[in-house]
């Protein structure tokens, strides 16, 4: 098993900045993979970036050039630097920790942090 805490959401107007923190803790060793996604009222939950061991680092398309996803392994924790942030961007944003084994992934989600960009 694999447990996540984040922090660091909020209220910021357009065109502001946030870090999101992500720390992991209980069977590290196992994760593959760590990320973050988002979901908004009405939509479904998407991948926003994402670390994986074997392809790297990964962003949507509508957030590149603008959020930095990073990690630091001492504290085995996963950050996403968010700059530029749009009325758009606003949801709740999920810390994922994912395990491949068998031919598929198996998935952990925190338990998710409000960001609101708004004026």
Known sequence: QVQLVESGGGLVQPGG?????CAASGNI???NAMGWYRQAP???????ARIRSDVGITYADSVKGRFTISRD???NTVYLQMN????????VYYCNAAH???GRWYDYW??????????
Do not use: C, H
């Open 29 to 31: 060793n196992s994760i």
């Open 100 to 102: 491949y084994a068998g």
């Open 17 to 21: 900045s946030l870090r999101l923190s």
């Open 42 to 48: 009405g939509n479904q939950r998407d991948v926003v």
């Open 73 to 75: 392994d001492a504290e």
């Open 84 to 91: 530029s942030l749009k009325p758009e961007d606003t949801a």
């Open 110 to 119: 925190g338990q998710g942090t409000q960001v609101t960009v708004s004026s």
